[in-house]
């Protein structure tokens, strides 16, 4: 049974709308302003919980990237609870 395609909307971790930037103006042709996730740096343990056949096929939510604290510079970090 064939593999379905990859979903470029859906966030590889927890599969929710990404809301990527890139990919709407790729889907809909309209210009968007620079994505989000450009003026981010995402850590190594965050990437590697990509599963590999996802791997920079599909970008990460917001949601996902705030719930790592090390894809943030410290003053951007999310308040601790």
Not at 18 to 28: I, K, L, T
């Amino acid at each position: 049974m064939a593999t379905p395609p990859l979903d470029a909307t859906a966030c590889p971790l927890c599969g929710k709308p990404n809301r990527c930037a890139m990919e709407v103006e790729r889907e809909s042709g309209v210009k968007q302003p620079p994505c989000w996730c450009l003026g981010v740096d995402f850590s190594a343990e965050l990437l590697a919980r990509v599963p590999a056949e996802k791997q920079r096929m599909a970008c990460i939510c917001s949601a996902c990237a705030a719930a790592s604290a090390d894809s943030f510079p410290a003053s951007d970090s999310p308040p601790s609870s």
